[in-house]
């Protein structure tokens, strides 16, 4: 038997998820399609890779986005993750810096 505050924290999850999953569908490289399907890559007759739903019907339901629109999409936000990180690590340095020179204060002042 279950906990059905359990329960119903994992149906809370899944139907977050699959919300998560309706608005970025067409957004960065998709893992899953909104219908739950999996994704598979498949080119079309011009030579354009597609990610697409393994069930994919034209209907608006199923995932089918350009590979290079995605790929460019999912560098831009590693990019962007990648320049909050790099401010956070130079913020900290300089905190760190700021806090050695108290510290060296600090010794001064009880070694008096």
């Not at 960065?28 to 999996?38: E, F, S």
């Not at 007759?45 to 460019?72: M, P, Q, S, T, W």
Request: hydrophobic fraction near 30%; include cysteine.
């Amino acid at each position: 038997m279950t906990d059905p505050y359990y329960k119903e924290m994992k149906h809370q999850k899944r139907e977050y998820d699959w919300v998560s999953n309706c608005v970025y569908a067409n957004y960065k490289i998709p893992t899953k399609c909104i219908c739950g399907g999996a994704i598979t890559v498949e080119t079309d007759e011009k030579g354009r890779n597609y990610y697409v739903c393994k069930d994919f019907k034209n209907d608006g339901l199923h995932i089918r986005h350009d590979c290079l629109a995605a790929l460019e999409e999912e560098l831009d936000c590693l990019r962007s993750q990648y320049a909050e990180e790099v401010s956070l690590r130079r913020e900290l340095q300089f905190e760190l810096a700021q806090m050695r020179e108290e510290i060296k204060e600090l010794k001064q002042l009880i070694m008096l």
